[in-house]
């Protein structure tokens, strides 16, 4: 007979060893959110180093929008728009000391020379003296070509030669108005079809108590304007000496005199 052999049966395992045989247990993946704790702070930090910044930049421009002259403007001018211009500027403690684009300064009286582009300090407009405007009637070939308001002129009148055996052509000339601030220039025109006896009105400033002389030493003759080089002249006073007289060589005299006209006087005391 043959022998059988029959072997043990294998040993139990362990429940713990198979436990460690197992693998990995998978999780379940989350869906992603968009309101993340991260971006939500990341967002934050960025807004407020903008606003930060916004604050520093607006503290370092403390400019202020103030009018400053377009060109020069003589004492006695009075304002209109076209001699202001706005411009910003940093003034820090000063800047109560000019006028501030929220002010309208149109149609004040200058009490001193401003020159172009100079800040408009309101200490420039004090009350200046009773002014009128007088009314020059020149001929084009006697006005300066810089001629412009707000320049400083001095005006004479000049003996008519055409006057022959009225006496009147003694070459005399006679300063009718002197250091005027000339507030229009009209009647000007540069084209093909000027020339020299064309009639330009030049409107000055005069003391209100001294048109009356003006008026009386122009006497009809004609005119020449003579165009300071500066500005920076006294506004026209209350107490203005009468206009003077020179006599001067015939030769001296312009070659072509204008013809005469009566000049027109308006009151304009300043606003």
């Keep these: 007979m043959t022998d059988v052999r029959t072997s043990p049966p294998p040993a139990p395992v362990a429940p713990t060893a198979i436990a460690r045989v197992r693998g990995p ?8 959110r968009w309101l ?24 370092a421009d403390t400019t202020v929008p103030v009018w400053a002259a377009s060109g020069d403007l003589a004492a006695g001018t009075v304002l209109s728009a076209g001699d202001l211009v706005a ?18 300064p149109e149609g004040r009286t200058l009490g001193r020379a401003v020159r172009s582009g100079e800040l408009l300090p309101g200490s420039a407009l004090e009350e200046a003296p009773d002014l009128v405007q007088i009314a020059l009637p020149v001929q084009a070939g006697f006005v300066p ?7 400083i002129v001095d005006v004479y009148a000049v003996a008519d030669p055409a006057a022959g055996a009225s006496g009147t052509a003694d070459g ?21 079809l000027s020339g020299s006896l064309t009639t330009v009105q030049v409107v000055v400033s005069v003391a209100a108590d001294t048109a009356d002389e003006v008026l ?32 001067s060589p015939s030769s001296a005299a312009p070659s072509s005199v204008p013809s005469t006209a009566t000049p027109s006087a308006s009151t304009a005391p300043p606003s």
């Design 87 to 104: 411009v910003d500027v940093r003034l820090d403690d000063v800047a109560a000391r000019y006028l501030a684009t929220s002010t309208r």
């Design 25 to 32: 247990v998978p999780r379940r993946v989350r869906a992603p």
């Design 36 to 59: 993340d704790l991260r971006l939500v702070l990341g967002v934050l930090l960025v807004l407020v180093s903008v606003l930060v910044g916004a604050r520093v930049v607006a503290a």
């Design 172 to 192: 005399q000339v006679t300063l009718v108005v002197g250091s005027a601030p000339v507030q229009a220039v009209s009647g000007r025109n540069d084209g093909v």
């Design 216 to 247: 009386a030493a122009i006497a009809g003759r004609p005119l020449v304007v003579v165009l300071r080089g500066s500005v920076d002249a006294a506004a026209p006073s209350t107490t203005g000496t009468a206009p003077t007289s020179t006599t």
């Design 145 to 151: 070509p810089g001629l412009d308001r707000g320049r």
